[in-house]
C-alpha cells in the first residue's frame, strides 16, 4: 500500500506542465529551445513571465500534493511522505510521459519542502531572492537555495520541527539530485559562461 503512494507521487512530477503549454501554444516541443529543460526558466525564456508563472505554480502543486496526500492517507508512516516528496521530484526529472527528459526539479521540490517544512522551505526561498538578485542567475540561487534548506534541517531542525530522520533523509538526497540535474550550469558557472538571468 506504501509503495503506491511514493508510485504515485512520482506519476504527479511527471506531469510536464512546461511541455504541455508549449506544445498547445505553438505545436513545439520545448526542450529543443534553450536549456532543453522543460522547466519554468526555460518556459519564460520561450513562452513569456505569464506562461512561466503559471508551470511554476503548476510544478509547485505536483511537489506539494505528492507529499500532502501521503500524509493524509498515511499518517503513520512519515517515511512514505518524504518517498513521495522525492518521487515527485524525480518525476518531474525524468519524467516517464515524455521520455525521462524534464526538468531541473527545483520548483517541484519547494512544493514538497513546503509541506515537510514549510520554516526552512522559507529560508530556502529567501535565500533565493536573494542570491538571484545578487547574481542574476537561476541555476546558482537554485542550487543555494536547495544547500540551504538541506543545512537548516541538518543543523536547525529541533528549532524548527523538522528533527525527524526522515526529513533528515530528504535534505541530504535533495541537494544531490539538483546539484547532479544542474551539472552541464555547474560547469558553465566554472567556465563563466552562466551569463543568463533566466539560463537553467
Known amino acids: 500500500m506504501s509503495f503506491l503512494f511514493i508510485i504515485l507521487g512520482y506519476l504527479l512530477g511527471s506531469i510536464p506542465f512546461g511541455y504541455i503549454f508549449c506544445k498547445r501554444s505553438s505545436g513545439e516541443d520545448i526542450r529543443q529551445s534553450g536549456s532543453g529543460?522543460?522547466?519554468?526558466?526555460?518556459?519564460?525564456?520561450?513562452?513569456?513571465?505569464?506562461?512561466?508563472?503559471?508551470?511554476?505554480?503548476?510544478?509547485?502543486?505536483?511537489?506539494?500534493?505528492?507529499?500532502?496526500?501521503?500524509k493524509v492517507f498515511l499518517q503513520s508512516d512519515p517515511w512514505v511522505a518524504v518517498a513521495g516528496g522525492f518521487a515527485a521530484v524525480l518525476g518531474h526529472c525524468f519524467p516517464v510521459w515524455i521520455g525521462f527528459r524534464g526538468g531541473k526539479g527545483i520548483n517541484?521540490?519547494?512544493?514538497?519542502?513546503?509541506?515537510?517544512?514549510?520554516?526552512?522551505?522559507?529560508?530556502?526561498?529567501?535565500?533565493?531572492?536573494?542570491?538571484?538578485?545578487?547574481?542574476?542567475?537561476?541555476s546558482i540561487a537554485s542550487i543555494s537555495a536547495v544547500c540551504v534548506?538541506?543545512?537548516?534541517?541538518?543543523?536547525?531542525?529541533?528549532?524548527?520541527?523538522?528533527?525527524?530522520?526522515?526529513?533528515?533523509?530528504?535534505?541530504?538526497?535533495?541537494?544531490?539530485?539538483?546539484?547532479?540535474?544542474?551539472?552541464?550550469?555547474?560547469?558553465?558557472?566554472?567556465?563563466g559562461e552562466e551569463l543568463s538571468p533566466t539560463r537553467s
Open 108 to 138: 517541484t521540490a519547494f512544493g514538497a519542502a513546503i509541506v515537510l517544512s514549510w520554516p526552512a522551505a522559507a529560508i530556502a526561498l529567501a535565500v533565493f531572492a536573494l542570491v538571484f538578485a545578487l547574481s542574476r542567475i537561476v
Open 149 to 191: 534548506f538541506s543545512i537548516v534541517v541538518l543543523t536547525l531542525g529541533r528549532f524548527i520541527d523538522a528533527d525527524s530522520i526522515e526529513l533528515e533523509a530528504f535534505a541530504i538526497a535533495l541537494p544531490a539530485l539538483i546539484i547532479f540535474t544542474h551539472r552541464k550550469n555547474i560547469a558553465r558557472i566554472i567556465r
Open 37 to 70: 529543460a522543460t522547466g519554468a526558466t526555460n518556459v519564460a525564456r520561450r513562452m513569456g513571465f505569464k506562461a512561466a508563472l503559471a508551470v511554476s505554480v503548476l510544478d509547485i502543486a505536483k511537489g506539494v500534493a505528492a507529499v500532502y496526500i501521503a
